[in-house]
């Protein structure tokens, strides 16, 4: 069993949420349900969860409980890094922990299921679904995701993330700059070495090069998850997601 921390702060304004009349585009209404609501519902129904928690804003997550959605409220505190901190604090630090971003909606309990089943054994701090964009784009061509080419072809990464919280709480200091470029895969490669730079400029960088560097770099064991879960990498950023979400949802 796993507990679940679920990312829903922030509140910046921004031509979605403006569209939508909200202060976050978690609480979107899609079908009469916030976002976050399909996102909490797929937690509930997954066997492998025990614990929610969300960290959010106060008053909406409030009016979410009254629903009959079961987790635990956890006020917002401001970055994504104070806001995960937040989270899992209140999560056993001693296990490892499902992170999922707020903005999710086409998350599935079988989808929850079968990548904590790509994790197995369970023995690293930090695991990371890999999705190729061949599968993406077949099943949601209308989204525009940012890709890193490398030898296994081009990829990009999920919104969700198994990690060890006591880790985190020890060692945020260093996910500060990988959060901050984890949408600019440019930026990435400066802080790498400069036999990786080569690698990804001859198209002959691996996924298993970048875990070993990541490794290095966080003080941490990181695997990299390759999975053909595309529900973990539709998240609503733009107005156009929106659209994509909402027609799938109708399915």
């Known amino acids: 069993m796993f507990d679940a921390v679920v990312l829903a702060g922030g509140g910046k304004p921004e031509p979605l949420t403006e569209q939508e009349q909200v202060s976050n585009k978690a609480f979107i209404i ?73 903005d999710i909606p086409l998350l599935k309990a079988s989808v929850i299921e079968e990548f904590l089943s790509l994790c197995e054994p369970h023995d690293h701090d930090f695991y990371y679904p890999i999705l190729d964009r061949e599968t993406c784009i077949r099943h949601f061509p209308q989204t525009e995701r940012t890709y890193v080419r490398l030898k296994e072809g081009r990829v990009t990464g999920g919104n969700v993330v198994l ?5 985190y709480l020890e060692n945020r200091d260093r996910l500060e700059m990988f959060i901050s470029y984890r949408k600019k895969p440019l930026k990435l490669f400066r802080i790498m070495p400069l036999t990786l730079v080569l690698k990804f400029a001859l198209k002959t960088l691996t996924l298993n090069d970048l875990e070993r560097h990541l490794s290095r770099l966080m003080g941490l064991k990181a695997r990299a998850i390759p999975c053909s879960c595309v529900e973990l990498g539709v998240d609503v950023d733009k107005i156009s997601d929106l659209a994509v979400v909402k027609k799938a949802l109708e399915v």
């Open 30 to 102: 899609i079908n009469g349900r916030p976002l976050l609501a399909y996102i909490l519902e797929a937690l509930q129904e997954s066997p492998s969860i025990n614990r929610i928690a969300v960290v959010g804003p106060e008053r909406e997550l409030l009016e979410l409980s009254t629903a009959g959605y079961r987790f635990e409220a956890v006020p917002e505190r401001g970055s994504m890094l104070d806001n995960l901190a937040a989270g899992f604090e209140q999560v056993d630090q001693n296990r490892l922990c499902l992170v999922v971003t707020g």
């Open 163 to 167: 990690i060890n919280p006591k880790w």
